[in-house]
């Protein structure tokens, strides 16, 4: 029988989320638990970090609602919650629409359109 997940922190808005992305050392954790689960120590190999660093980097993943921790045993397993990204995807969104538009006049316009003509 498999252990349940702890109940996963709540989503966090898009500023939390951001805030726990700032880091290098937090995106490279996420990279990490993107596909699979991985123990904390098996995270904290990748690092040249103290356990105790790597455990704080988990701590603010976790409080983002950016990772999701089951126990298995006296082993904590850690995975990515993709779907705690959705606040920031929200966010980004709002952006894309005019920065699209921006991209498409500045090929438009180095690359005018021509009407292809048929065989005469």
Known sequence: MTPEPEEPEA??????????LADPHRREILRLVQHA???AGQIAAHFDLTQQAVS???TVL????LLAER???TRR????????LQPLRTLLDEFWPD???RLK???EQAHPRTEERGPT
């Open 71 to 73: 126990r298995e045993g």
């Open 99 to 101: 920065a699209f538009a």
């Open 11 to 20: 989503p966090a808005g898009p500023d939390a989320v951001l805030r726990a």
């Open 77 to 84: 397993l850690y995975s990515l919650r993709s779907e705690s």
């Open 56 to 58: 704080q980097h988990l």
């Open 62 to 65: 976790k409080r983002a609602g």
């Open 37 to 39: 689960e991985l123990p």
């Open 105 to 107: 006049q500045s090929v």
